[in-house]
């Protein structure tokens, strides 16, 4: 099994520019299931073998100077770029509205004129000296670490080219720097004040802009620099790509060139900042020299046309046009021009980085072997892409030639119900000690019923977690076995009641729950899909019925930003994957999603194995426990049945899915350690075979 990191911040700076609105709905969209992770280098061999922060644990916040909200900036790149869908963007309103909560006013200070247009924020102006900029800074990055119990935060320039700052005296020493950030005029521009920040609070700082960022000979000597890594550099756009891919090509078939001339063609923010002439003269001249460097001779190389134009440039973009942006009769030279390139088409590169953050302790300094990933890495004279690329393989253990990683990252989670004659705080001290890394609460007696939960108790829960290093991989509202009805023990009462005060019952305990799972820190809930129907003939009221009562209460859980996931059980009105897909078509929300049960699908005669990859849009967490070949509703332990537990993990394997598997085994309240730890063993050991 490959290891997994924790909980991982990141920073945005330009927080609703386009690179991060990209960044937001490609992240989105990765942990829905809804994109592929095509593009991204941390998907491959042998970077896929580093222990890298998984998709569905990184938290996004960041500091803008716009008005503009990072929804308004989708929707633009949606409607005048095409880089989304409508669709794609409604599945993704809740995640952005969360990073939209996360968002801080930045600040344009001695950014020149054509970014200080932009800062329309309020506070994006504020007076002050660059050591009171600076705190602000620091006590937002503090603030999202705390309120997110995130174990580190990286810290991503990705805002609006600079102009280029000149460097005196003052910027020599750290002593000189420090003593000038308190006097009236700031000696340094944003980035810089940006990286200051990030450095104090010991954050790695990455600047994938041409701006000045931690690229001061006073910072990067200053002390306390060596406490975390940062890294400053520009990120490498498709054109400057082109030039490492294709140089090396030209000096590899011994070919002189004579000259090489470029052209940018920028649309939307980016354009029209670097329609400025000084903005623009800080990205050429991170250019200049490095086809020469790579092929060894001096290539008169004129790279001084930025063209912005109204919108980003389409594929199919028709040949006068390009001829009439770059000045050129024959467009043959910049056909390239016309391909998805800029903000949407790099955000594989932008995506990779997100995926890709190990920022372990210990580590000090400018990463130099991740200077494929840039424009003009710090401390680093390689531009041969090919080799810079390499350098960033040594990273990788064991890179035996060919042996690409199939294994499954198994992100193993148990269920409380087994332990319901236990009180929750030991409870989660025998799940902890069993090797779990996650765990299933339960909204229910004795442990977290909601009715009888107070503030004070969520947060007791909080820290004992956090003590144990238990991360929460769902909230069960299913069961209500505080109610104890007589008909069954936890089915009752249900969505479909013919007594509409008892439906009320669950109704409000599934509220109840979705607000204790925001307070608490949990990602999703659970619920039962209906209840038992009574009468025959009676699915499509029932099930009208469910709608009815659904629908409020998935209203609910989009206020409190709080998946509320269905579980199609045996028995039950929702029974079958196309059942599930009715109800999705009934209530299309992006906040009501599937709980994927392995054994329920198993007896009711779905393979899991097929209808994995066939729900994986739909799926946010898994349960899993076996059931016997008579297929009778009863969890078993894994490896005591008769499901084919490697079809399965193979299954989500293919599908990406990175998110928390939760072995549900309520009925072994006799010996739920055993179960629980035998469980574990097996579907571990089949992980790491297939």
Not at 418 to 427: E, K, N, V
Request: net charge neutral; aromatic share 6%.
């Amino acid at each position: 099994m490959k290891p997994t990191s924790r909980k991982t911040g990141l920073w945005l700076i330009g927080a609703t520019g386009n690179i991060s609105a990209t960044v937001a709905v490609g992240l989105a969209a990765m942990r829905r299931g809804l994109a592929s992770g095509l593009g991204l280098t941390t998907e491959c061999w042998p970077v896929n073998k580093l222990d890298l922060a998984p998709l569905d644990e990184i938290v996004l916040g960041g500091h803008e100077i716009g008005r503009r909200t990072v929804i308004e900036a989708a929707q633009e790149l949606a409607s005048e770029s095409k880089i989304f869908s409508d669709s794609l963007l409604k599945s993704v309103q809740i995640d952005l509205r969360q990073f939209e909560k996360e968002i801080r006013p930045g600040h344009a200070i001695r950014c020149g004129p054509a970014i200080t247009r932009l800062a329309t924020r309020p506070g994006a102006r504020r007076a002050g000296t660059g050591r009171t900029i600076v705190d602000q800074f620091r006590r937002d990055l503090a603030s999202f670490a705390k309120r997110h119990r995130l174990d580190r935060v990286v810290v991503v320039h990705v805002a609006s080219t600079e102009p280029p700052f000149k460097l005196t005296r003052e910027h020599q020493s750290w002593t000189a720097l420090d003593a000038a950030l308190k006097r009236r005029v700031c000696p340094l521009p944003a980035s810089s004040l940006y990286a200051i920040a990030a450095i104090e609070e010991e954050m790695p700082f990455v600047c994938f802009t041409p701006s000045l960022g931690c690229d001061v000979p006073a910072i990067r000597s200053w002390r306390q620099a060596a406490a975390c890594r940062s890294w400053a550099a520009t990120a490498r756009p498709a054109k400057r790509f082109s030039r490492r891919c294709w140089a090396p090509m030209f000096r590899d078939r011994h070919f002189e060139i004579a000259s090489w001339v470029g052209h940018n063609v920028l649309g939307n923010g980016d354009g029209a900042v670097l329609d400025s002439v000084e903005n623009k003269s800080s990205k050429l001249s991170k250019k200049d020299g490095v086809v020469g460097s790579i092929v060894g001779c001096a290539a008169d190389a004129h790279d001084d046309r930025i063209c912005a134009v109204a919108a980003r440039l389409e594929d199919g973009l028709g040949s006068r046009s390009l001829s009439r942006i770059s000045g050129c009769e024959d467009d043959s030279a910049i056909r390239l021009a016309g391909m998805r390139f800029g903000a949407g088409g790099a955000a594989g590169d932008r995506s990779g980085a997100a995926g890709g953050l190990s920022c372990r302790p210990g580590h000090a300094g400018v990463m130099t072997h991740l200077a494929c990933f840039f424009k003009s890495p710090m401390d680093v004279a390689e531009h041969d892409f090919f080799a810079a690329d390499g350098a960033a393989a040594q990273l990788c253990p064991n890179r035996t030639c060919g042996a690409k990683d199939t294994s499954v990252t198994l992100k193993l989670a148990y269920s409380c119900n087994a332990y319901m004659r236990y009180p929750l705080d030991a409870a989660l001290a025998r799940i902890a000690t069993l090797g779990y890394r996650g765990v299933e609460l339960m909204a229910d007696s004795p442990h977290l019923w909601p009715g009888d939960t107070s503030d004070a108790a969520i947060d007791g829960a909080r820290k004992t977690l956090d003590r144990l290093g238990l991360e929460i991989s769902n909230i069960n509202a299913f069961m209500m076995n505080k109610i104890g009805d007589a008909r069954q023990p936890y089915w009752h009462p249900s969505w479909i009641e013919p007594d509409i005060a008892y439906r009320r019952i669950r109704t409000e305990h599934t509220k109840s729950a979705i607000t204790m799972a925001r307070k608490i820190g949990a990602p999703c809930i659970t619920t039962e899909p209906g209840g038992p129907i009574e009468g025959a003939g009676a699915y499509g009221a029932a099930m009208d019925l469910f709608v009815e009562e659904l629908k409020p209460v998935v209203e609910h859980a989009e206020r409190e930003g709080v998946l509320l996931l269905v579980e199609p059980e045996p028995g039950l009105l929702i029974e079958r994957f196309d059942q599930y897909l009715e109800l999705r078509g009934r209530i299309d929300s992006p906040c009501m999603q599937l709980n994927f049960d392995i054994g329920h699908a198993y007896c009711v005669g779905e393979e899991p194995s097929a209808w994995i990859p066939k729900m994986t849009a739909h799926t946010r967490h898994y349960h899993v426990e076996d059931i016997a070949a008579s297929r009778k509703h009863h969890h078993l332990v894994p490896g005591t049945g008769a499901i084919d537990f490697a079809a399965s993990l193979k299954a989500i394997r293919d599908t990406k899915y990175t998110g928390w598997i939760t072995v549900e085994l309520y009925p072994f309240v006799d010996d739920p350690d055993r179960a629980g730890r035998e469980a574990k063993a097996h579907l571990e050991n089949i992980a790491s075979t297939i």
